[in-house]
């Protein structure tokens, strides 16, 4: 069996699988993300929530990736 390095890879595979990996991987990591958050929302609403800075770097963690999903399902359409 013949070694085949990254880039020869990447570049036998089309672009579609490429662009749905990327949105899929994000995808987990979003669900991850946001199990979290709600974890730490339910903390914070109890009041054991360590700075409301902590939350608020959340949310914006958050929409970061909701405004990558949001674009790379803008991208895909094209």
């Given at each position: 069996?013949?070694?085949?390095?990254?880039?020869?890879?990447?570049?036998?595979?089309?672009i579609e699988i490429?662009?749905?990996?990327?949105?899929?991987?994000?995808?987990?990591?979003?669900?991850?993300?946001?199990?979290?958050?709600?974890?730490?929302?339910?903390?914070?609403?109890?009041?054991?929530?360590?700075?409301?800075?902590?939350?608020?770097?959340?949310?914006?963690?958050?929409?970061?990736?909701?405004?990558?999903m949001i674009i790379?399902?803008?991208?895909?359409?094209?």
């Open positions: 069996m013949k070694d085949i390095s990254f880039p020869v890879l990447l570049e036998s595979l089309p490429i662009l749905w990996a990327i949105f899929g991987g994000i995808l987990i990591i979003f669900g991850a993300f946001s199990a979290i958050l709600l974890w730490h929302w339910k903390i914070y609403s109890t009041g054991k929530f360590t700075t409301v800075s902590n939350m608020v770097l959340y949310l914006s963690v958050s929409a970061g990736f909701l405004a990558i790379s399902i803008f991208w895909y359409s094209l």
